[in-house]
């Protein structure tokens, strides 16, 4: 005999109710942060495609934002994807053997290309030599954890430094970033 209460009903109607409220939420936000990529993107395509007389210093400098743009498209919508392989408990690990420290001075390199320009200092820290930083982990989760909170951190910091990397406490690896941007607000 199956039996409901009216508690239970109306517990799983608010639960409902949120769970819609926070998919029409995400869905608004993927559809802002995929929309801002993809108009700089078509914007720098129909500067090309109408100036023929463009110099080829300009040329170069639009490749570069729609590479930079499309890269920042992709990263989304692996992130994206990425969520749903979490939720539906199909994300893979695919552990190798790595070089750490590779991983963050390519993560450096990346970041230090855009904002070559601005009044931010990035800094890397490594906590062992590079002949010592061989391990076995899933290089591409890592990086992709990494870039994303690094990203975040350019995003808010107009000046000052952003710092990333890893040391070893007790025994352990522990990964950060750290910005001297504007901060969360702690009433959220």
């Given at each position: 005999?199956?039996?409901?209460?009216?508690s239970d009903l109306v517990d799983s109607k608010i639960k409902a109710k949120e769970s819609n409220r926070l998919k029409s939420t995400f869905v608004a936000n993927m559809s802002h942060e995929t929309r801002t990529p993809l108009n700089g993107i078509l914007g720098f395509v129909n500067i090309l495609k109408r100036d023929e007389n463009l110099a080829d210093t300009?040329?170069?400098e639009y490749l570069g934002f729609i590479e930079s743009g499309a890269k920042r498209l992709l990263r989304i919508i692996t992130d994206v994807l990425d969520i749903s392989k979490i939720e539906s408990k199909q994300l893979s690990i695919d552990n190798e053997l790595c070089n750490l420290n590779q991983i963050i001075d390519g993560l450096h390199g990346?970041?230090?290309?855009?904002i070559d320009e601005s009044l931010i200092e990035l800094i890397s820290i490594k906590a062992f030599a590079n002949e010592n930083s061989n391990?076995?982990?899933d290089s591409t989760r890592l990086a992709q954890i990494?870039?994303?909170?690094?990203?975040?951190?350019l995003k808010f910091t107009q000046n000052g430094?952003?710092?990333f990397g890893y040391t070893e406490e007790d025994s352990?690896?522990?990964f950060f970033v750290k910005d001297t941007g504007i901060g969360l607000d702690l009433d959220v």
């Amino acid at each position: 005999m199956l039996r409901i209460s009216n508690s239970d009903l109306v517990d799983s109607k608010i639960k409902a109710k949120e769970s819609n409220r926070l998919k029409s939420t995400f869905v608004a936000n993927m559809s802002h942060e995929t929309r801002t990529p993809l108009n700089g993107i078509l914007g720098f395509v129909n500067i090309l495609k109408r100036d023929e007389n463009l110099a080829d210093t300009e040329r170069k400098e639009y490749l570069g934002f729609i590479e930079s743009g499309a890269k920042r498209l992709l990263r989304i919508i692996t992130d994206v994807l990425d969520i749903s392989k979490i939720e539906s408990k199909q994300l893979s690990i695919d552990n190798e053997l790595c070089n750490l420290n590779q991983i963050i001075d390519g993560l450096h390199g990346q970041f230090a290309v855009q904002i070559d320009e601005s009044l931010i200092e990035l800094i890397s820290i490594k906590a062992f030599a590079n002949e010592n930083s061989n391990l076995i982990l899933d290089s591409t989760r890592l990086a992709q954890i990494l870039s994303n909170l690094i990203e975040n951190a350019l995003k808010f910091t107009q000046n000052g430094r952003v710092e990333f990397g890893y040391t070893e406490e007790d025994s352990f690896l522990k990964f950060f970033v750290k910005d001297t941007g504007i901060g969360l607000d702690l009433d959220v």
